[in-house]
């Protein structure tokens, strides 16, 4: 009778083991989704009219597109017929700058040609890895504080942060990142992508809170502003969009896009206007930048290097000019060509 106990329990133990064989092979670990990238040729074209009559001084700044985690700037060329310096500005951000003590008396033409490799940006997308890598998160932000604190068009004021707790209170969220979940769905369910009138694109956040419709700098001034008001912290960028479908054309307007971050997941990338736009996409574009864009420049309340006579710009991703620190208008023209990679 023993041994047939013992019989027994042999054959269900090599069952038990047989069975945790068959379960590791039938659940492997997840592997992280490979992202997506793009290679292309951007062609910047700025036209500097000449100044009035009697000018004695002439600034010109553009913002030359830099390499950062997310793309690659290589083979960056620079046709001027006047001497220039590569500049840097803050947060990373890189310009071309020009002083004339003789203002030209003809408009003044600048190109700018690089070939950029932006690659896909993914931390917790439900379309890419299921969460992030707490072990990949990259260095701390030196200007994490600047990331905390209210532009000038996006206060953090009383009424801000009494807005941002209603959204986040009503959604039940308790953690950083359930918070910035509840805002981004909040943002992306009650304003409506809509350049119809004025007001728009300037990104207040008092314009977007009342008129709920705007372009990407409205949708993002309130992500940003309601999570900074929570004390997370959160950062613009701008640059431009590309068409999805592969090929060559003309950039006509640019786009922003904003990032927050938690101790536990590092930078988390959404594009709430995106995902207005693409409904289909909107579990996408929290935790996902596609490749289909190029970054100029990050922040806002920009001060330009050397610093601008004028006050600090709301975003800069156009070329900007002054004749004797007064603003001078400068035609753009942005082109790209997709470049087949072997």
């Known amino acids: ?145 600047r990331w905390l604190a209210p532009d000038r068009l996006v206060p953090l004021d009383a009424t801000i942060r009494q807005q941002a707790q209603e959204v986040v209170a009503k959604a039940n969220a308790r953690t950083d990142l359930e918070k910035a979940r509840a805002i981004y769905e909040h943002v992306v369910s009650t304003v409506t992508y809509d350049k119809a009138g004025q007001g728009w694109g300037r990104g207040d956040i008092y314009y977007a809170c009342d008129a709920r419709r705007g372009n990407c700098t409205d949708f993002h001034a309130i992500v940003i502003g309601y999570c900074r008001s929570l004390g997370i912290p959160a950062r613009f960028s701008i640059g431009l969009p590309l068409p999805p479908e592969r090929g060559k054309g003309e950039v006509k307007g640019y786009h922003c896009w904003a990032e927050f971050y938690t101790p536990e997941t590092g930078w988390v990338p959404v594009d709430a206007s995106e995902a207005a736009k693409n409904p289909d996409k909107r579990n996408y574009f929290f935790g996902a930048h596609d490749e289909n864009r190029v970054e100029f420049t990050r922040g806002r309340d920009v001060e330009l290097a050397p610093k601008q006579a004028g006050p600090p710009l709301n975003y800069f991703v156009y070329p900007y000019a002054e004749a004797d620190g007064r603003p001078l208008e400068v035609t753009r023209k942005y082109e790209f060509a997709d470049v087949a990679v072997q």
């Open 1 to 145: 009778m023993n041994s047939l106990l013992k019989n027994r329990s042999a054959v269900w133990a090599g069952l038990l083991g047989a069975c945790a064989v068959l379960a590791s092979f039938s659940a492997p670990a997840p592997r992280p989704v490979a992202a997506r990238s793009r290679t292309f040729v951007l062609i910047t074209t700025a036209t500097v009219p000449a100044p009035p009559a009697g000018t004695k001084s002439l600034d010109v700044w553009l913002p030359v597109p830099h390499s950062d985690a997310s793309q690659d700037v290589r083979d960056l060329k620079i046709d001027s017929p006047v001497p220039y310096k590569i500049e840097k500005g803050a947060y990373g951000n890189q310009m071309l700058h020009l002083q004339l003590a003789t203002a030209p008396t003809a408009p003044l033409v600048l190109k700018l040609t690089a070939q950029v490799t932006r690659r896909e940006h993914l931390n917790l997308s439900a379309t890419g890895p299921a969460a992030a890598n707490p072990s990949k998160k990259g260095k701390t932000d030196p200007n994490m504080a």
